[in-house]
C-alpha cells in the first residue's frame, strides 16, 4: 500500500523560511515522478515544483529563487525547502507521486498522472 505523509508545515511571517517533508512508502521509490501542489481556500490545486529520478526539477514562475525540490531516495523522501515566504504562498501543500513520464509531461495535465497524494501540510505566512 503505498502512502505518502507529509510534515513541517507551519505558521511564520513573511520573509521566514519552512521545510516540508514527504515520507514515501510503498512505492518503488527510484523511477518515480514527485512533486508538490498546493491548494488555497477557493483556488484551483496548483503544481509548486516538481523532480523526476535524474533530479532535473521544474518550478511554478511564482515560486522560482525562492523554493527548492529535493530528494533523498535513500530516505524514500521528497522535500520542499521554502525561503522567502510571502502571504501568497498560504494554501495546503501536498505531495504527489506517478509513474515517470508524469515528469515529461506539461505542467496542466501533470497531475492526471500523479497516482498518489498525501493528505496535506498547511502552510500559513502572515504580513
Known amino acids: 500500500q503505498v502512502q505518502l505523509v507529509e510534515s513541517g508545515g507551519g505558521s511564520v511571517q513573511a520573509g521566514g523560511s519552512l521545510r516540508l517533508s514527504c515520507a514515501a512508502s510503498?512505492?518503488?521509490?527510484?523511477?518515480?515522478?514527485m512533486g508538490w501542489f498546493r491548494q488555497a481556500p477557493g483556488k484551483e490545486r496548483e503544481e509548486v515544483a516538481v523532480?523526476?529520478?535524474?533530479?532535473?526539477?521544474l518550478y511554478a514562475d511564482s515560486v522560482k529563487g525562492r523554493f527548492a525540490i529535493s530528494r533523498d531516495n535513500a530516505k524514500n523522501t521528497l522535500y520542499l525547502q521554502m525561503n522567502s515566504l510571502k502571504p501568497e504562498d498560504t494554501a495546503m501543500y501536498y505531495c504527489?507521486?506517478?509513474?515517470?513520464?508524469?515528469?515529461?509531461?506539461?505542467?496542466?495535465?501533470?497531475?492526471?498522472?500523479?497516482?498518489?497524494w498525501g493528505q496535506g501540510t498547511q502552510v500559513t505566512v502572515s504580513s
Open positions: 510503498g512505492l518503488t521509490y527510484g523511477r518515480i515522478c
Open positions: 504527489a507521486a506517478g509513474p515517470a513520464r508524469a515528469c515529461s509531461v506539461v505542467s496542466v495535465i501533470r497531475k492526471t498522472y500523479l497516482t498518489y
Open positions: 523532480i523526476d529520478s535524474d533530479f532535473n526539477t
